[in-house]
């Protein structure tokens, strides 16, 4: 067995699902003691699906053959089992529609993992997945829904999506392709017309996430997007140069608008208004403190009393009933996740796989570190999602898809070495 943790045999990653497999049966142990049954489901029969669909993604990657990094299944599945007991010690309502989005994520990762292996086809048309996430924005701002600060959300009936979780998938797929095309011009400074598109369709994005209100997400886009260039480019100028920009773009939207100088305010001093817009922050700083070391264990906890605890705050929850080891345990997770991601850049066969896996990767353990750092208080709270953990449809079907197109890439990166 390869010791790279890419054999096309899987057996790294059999024995690693393991580890999600205990979490979800312990899970189980204390679903059937503490939490009501919801009319119609059944906790084994909910968790042998999901596991049942854990297992059957390996068993599809090994007999495809399918070379992508076996670590990085298991690691989100860990981070899902997680995510999904604390769910239902919270709702468990929610943790059985969790499972079905889980299912759905993990049937979009096979067919992106299996039928659009050679990612390098999906490369060859930037402009379609820029058009594409500029329309799912423009459609957000006129017709979206607002909830919780954020007009981020269309609805449909009964049924809600949060297309900006797709938006930043497409935009690094956007930049892979263009930045890999330009590279040259770009790194050679010949190519001061290059910069025009790039930089124009950056700016409208962030600029119509900023109309939505959703901060978080255009940071997120932001930070990615400078990473990117760098991978791309080599020059530390140029994420020095577009890191004052933001500090200038950031300064006049504090200016500009009143919510965002409530939100600064509130996480310079929480307690001013702690029954109100500070609510959220200080019932969380209480509720990490309130876990010391290990925790008050699975659920002796009071963190329900947050407000959108399954949501923006469920690490919230982890840290109390899991404690710092439980919390510092989680943040490993992404570590690792970031390590396998990170490698499966540098083995890219050719630059529009750096900068794909280079790019999904620091959009998805960046936008893990900002709503960590935001529940902690270490950073103004964005309300975006906790990816593989936080209860949210939208959320959990495109982390599967990034992961499957993280796979693609590590696969390619095997397959060419000799």
């Given at each position: 067995?390869?010791?790279s ?8 990653e ?48 090994r ?20 995510g ?89 797929m ?27 369709a ?34 530390l ?16 939207a ?31 700083l209480?509720t ?13 906890g ?48 050719e ?48 982390s ?19």
């Amino acid at each position: 067995m390869s010791s790279s943790g890419t054999s096309t045999n899987r057996g790294q990653e059999m024995a690693l699902l393991i580890w999600p497999s205990l979490i979800l049966a312990a899970g189980y142990g204390y679903m059937v003691t503490f939490v009501p049954h919801q009319p119609g489901w059944q906790p084994a029969y909910a968790l042998a699906l999901l596991l049942g669909g854990f297992w059957g993604v390996h068993l599809i990657l090994r007999v495809t053959r399918h070379g992508g990094d076996q670590f990085l299944l298991p690691l989100a599945a860990c981070l899902t089992a997680l995510g999904l007991i604390f769910l239902f010690r919270l709702d468990p309502g929610l943790a059985y529609r969790q499972i079905i989005w889980t299912i759905l994520g993990l049937l979009v990762l096979i067919v992106v993992a299996t039928g659009f292996r050679d990612y390098q086809r999906l490369e060859q048309y930037p402009y379609f997945f820029l058009s594409l996430g500029l329309f799912f924005l423009f459609i957000t701002v006129l017709a979206g829904t607002r909830i919780g600060g954020a007009k981020s959300w269309l609805t449909l009936g009964s049924f809600r999506m949060q297309p900006v979780e797709a938006v930043k998938v497409l935009m690094v797929m956007y930049l892979a392709g263009y930045l890999s095309d330009k590279r040259e011009l770009l790194v050679q400074g010949a190519g001061r017309i290059s910069w025009g598109p790039l930089l124009v369709a950056v700016a409208l994005a962030v600029l119509l996430l900023v109309l939505q209100r959703d901060l978080g997400s255009a940071l997120i886009l932001l930070v990615t997007f400078l990473a990117m260039l760098y991978l791309a480019t080599g020059k530390l100028r140029f994420c020095v140069a577009g890191g004052a920009l933001f500090s200038l773009g950031a300064v006049m939207a504090y200016l500009a608008f009143p919510y965002l100088r409530a939100r600064i305010a509130v996480w310079i001093n929480p307690w001013a208004d702690y029954t109100g817009a500070g609510y959220q922050v200080v019932q969380s700083l209480i509720t990490l403190g309130s876990g010391g070391i290990f925790g008050t264990g699975l659920g002796l906890g009071y963190s329900q009393v947050i407000p959108a605890v399954a949501t923006d705050f469920i690490f919230a929850t982890m840290g109390e009933e899991m404690g710092l080891m439980g919390s510092l345990g989680i943040i490993l997770l992404y570590l690792l996740f970031a390590l396998r991601g990170f490698r499966a850049a540098l083995r890219a066969p050719e630059e529009q796989g750096v900068l794909l896996a280079g790019g999904l990767t620091v959009l998805c353990t960046f936008q893990a570190l900002v709503i960590m750092a935001g529940v902690s208080k270490l950073l103004p709270l964005t309300g975006v999602t906790l990816p593989f953990v936080s209860y949210g449809g939208s959320s959990l079907v495109i982390s599967y898809l990034l992961l499957a197109l993280l796979l693609n890439v590590s696969a390619a990166g095997r397959e060419a070495k000799p």
